[in-house]
């Protein structure tokens, strides 16, 4: 800190972060400029808490040291030659350091790009290459992070052309320059954030600043509803929307306390949040469903040491929200005082800011269970009459849009849909982002003349609030993140024998409605210790590009299906496996393997 060491802050930490009502004038949002809230936040006690992976308390910034950090930072990239309008790209680590250097960019009136930490995304050259292609699609005028990533962020800059590459060390050794800040106005620009797709060709999401304004301000005044006593807990990354949006810029513009713990740190010790929860008496926090399941599972006989009754907002949102993992942490942390009232599905997604439905607060999530075969059949969610799980589907209503917000469901041609007829889902509001930065295509193919955006997303209307089905696109969701399948599919390709075009990947439903990811793979070898080698090799080489686990089954050439113009068609070639038509190549167990080994 400025003028405290880090023993005094933690000495501190009983008078400026326990559970109290803010001290101070209170406003959920309503702001033009980030700017504007964060000084107005200022004027509070209030501000964000960091602790370490294991709990500890490291700094406390308040958001006063906050805008007076940033009016600093802005004065150091200026002193790096850096220039008003320059992009910014900068690790989102959950630090201090990305805090003020975010805000400082807002001061000088830079665009800062979040770029993610390096944790389970793959090995060291797949994340090199993936910001590489963030900070070229950006253009960024420099890349900066903390030194121990220094020479990551230099091999990515070579890469993409970027000439400069600082650390947080060395522009804090800075002098700030001496003239005037020149920060963004209510009509300019705001951040840009990648969406979540693939690494060869991410798509940098432009938010305004009247956008994230509209947006914080929904969240706070009507999706939330922010109490006097509220304090948040995170330990989303900074880099997703959720995280940066909804924890570090929604709290802020309703001066609102958040802690933070690290994302490696929640998913060596996913315990630790409901521990840290109870402790400091926290009233909110989001998690994509297997946070929640997670957390459950590793919690064991410690959830009746805990004490989450103070817990009011338990969101859920990056991924389709599952009923079971609702209903199982809710049991298994009944003893902690946690009411499962508290659970508030909701819908976003980057393109919009962040947040587009809520549920009602205060009230049991709602479900809706469907005849599957109607589903498919007709595309209409007609309710069940059957609870057996190969029959029935069951959803969870993600809420109603934000005010001037509004959803619709669209037929292929565009055309309303009545409800529970199953459509795409398209969006509009003043929390939309201005475009893909710098990429006409992309934005054209997303946007319409009459100003809805086609999320990709497919789902239908249940009495006014938005139910979500699936999605249009090839596009896979796993554990919240969305991952594009080519991703899956080239890495598996550089596995000899296998070559390009052999590689097919999409994620299929199992009998519980969770996800898991199915790759397809033309393999030629006959030996079936062979073929064994190669399944457990392309595993390895999917969990290492794209960080997730994979079934991998071994067809016969000329297996998967193509489009007239030779490009792969996932869509069909998923329903010929899902139908049967695509017959697997018998491949031993290890167990199998050694044994024939030992016969030999």
Known sequence: MNSRSEETAEASLPEKAAPQAVE???????????????????????????????????????????????????????AAGLKRGDRIAVVAETTPAFMILFFGCQYAGMLPCSMPYPMHIGGKDAYIERIAAMMRAADAAAAVGPAELKDHLQKAAERAGVSRVITHEELAALSPA????????????????????????????????????????????????????DRAF??????HDMGLVGFCLAPMMGQVPVHYLPTPA???????????????????????????????????????????SAWRIAGIGGDMVRADVLEFFAEKLAVAGFRPEAFLPSYGMAEMSLAITFSDLDSRFSTDTVDRAMMKLCHRAVPARSTDPHRART????????????????????????????????????????????????TAAVMRPDGFMDTGDMGYLLNGELVITGRAKDLILYHGRNIWPQDIEWAAEKVAP???????????????????????????????????????????????????????????????????????????????????????????????????????
Request: with cysteine.
């Open 234 to 239: 995170s330990w989303l990354p900074l880099y």
């Open 498 to 600: 296998l070559r390009s075009g052999d590689v097919c990947a999409f994620s299929v439903e199992n009998e519980d409605g969770s996800e898991r990811i199915v790759v397809l793979a033309e393999c030629r070898l006959n030996d079936p210790a062979d073929r064994a080698d190669l399944k457990k090799r392309i595993s390895a080489a999917v969990h290492q590009a794209a960080g997730v686990e994979c079934d991998v089954v071994l067809v016969p050439p000329h297996s998967l299906a193509f489009t007239s113009s030779g490009k792969l068609a996932r869509a069909r070639t998923r329903a010929l496996y899902l139908a049967g038509d695509i017959e697997p190549l018998p491949v031993p167990t290890g167990t199998e393997t050694m044994a024939s080994a030992a016969g030999a």
């Open 266 to 308: 929640f998913a060596r010790r996913p315990a630790l949040w409901l521990k840290l929860m109870s402790q400091w008496r926290c009233t909110i926090a989001y998690a994509p469903s297997f946070g929640y399941d997670l957390a459950a599972r590793r919690i064991n006989g410690e959830a009746k040491t805990l004490d989450l």
């Open 24 to 78: 101070g004038p209170r406003r959920n949002g309503g702001f033009s400029t980030l700017i504007e809230g964060l000084e107005f936040a200022a004027r509070t006690n209030s501000g964000y808490v960091f602790h370490a992976p294991r709990g500890k308390v490291e700094r406390v910034l308040s958001y006063a040291e906050l805008a007076d950090e940033a009016r600093a930072m802005a004065g150091r990239l200026k």
């Open 395 to 442: 959803f969870v209503v993600c809420g109603r849009p934000l005010p001037d917000h509004e959803v619709r469901i669209v037929d292929a041609e565009g055309r309303p849909l009545p409800e529970r007829h199953i459509g795409h889902i398209w969006v509009k509001g003043p929390s939309m982002m201005d475009g893909y930065y710098r990429n006409p295509e992309a």
């Open 178 to 229: 001496a003239d005037a800040l020149a920060p963004f106005s209510a009509d300019e620009a705001a951040y840009i954030q990648y969406s979540s797709g693939s690494t060869s060709a991410p798509k940098g999401v432009l938010i305004s600043q009247r956008a994230i304004c509209a947006n914080t301000t929904g969240i706070l005044r009507h999706g939330l509803k922010i109490r006097n006593e």
